[in-house]
């Protein structure tokens, strides 16, 4: 059990990393600071999603599931993931750009500074 607790850990650390990684790529100080083409970013097809680790959560054991982000028609995409580990995603759907306050989840990201700072 300890074992798979780490594992879990471990994995929930890594897919943290890939998304400070991603993070750090979309979100300036401001978000008017980048100009996508039109349509773009967006989220990718559910046929480029790529499976990661199985996670043990409170709730039952769920499959994390890392996207494509494209953020131009040539443009390689990124990979990421919500840090809402039991939230799903749009395919395939244009996305915007924001500050972390204005992020959708049910919980304190948005409101709470430090908060935030646990995550970052």
């Not at 074992?3 to 998304?19: D, E, F, G, I, Y």
């Not at 199985?54 to 443009?75: C, D, E, H, K, M």
């Amino acid at each position: 059990m300890q074992r798979a607790t780490r594992a879990a850990r471990a994995a929930a650390v890594a897919l943290l990393t890939a998304l400070l990684a991603l993070v750090g790529t979309l979100t300036p100080a401001h978000a008017d600071d980048f100009d996508f083409p039109d349509g773009y970013p967006r989220s990718g097809p559910s046929s480029a999603d790529t499976a990661g680790y199985l996670l043990q959560l409170p709730q039952g054991r769920i499959r994390a599931v890392l996207f494509t982000i494209q953020t131009g028609p040539s443009s390689e995409p990124l990979l990421a993931y919500c840090i809402e580990s039991t939230v799903d995603y749009l395919r395939d759907h244009p996305l915007k750009v924001v500050g972390w306050d204005q992020f959708p989840g049910n919980n304190a990201f948005a409101s709470d500074a430090d908060v935030r700072a646990k995550v970052a």
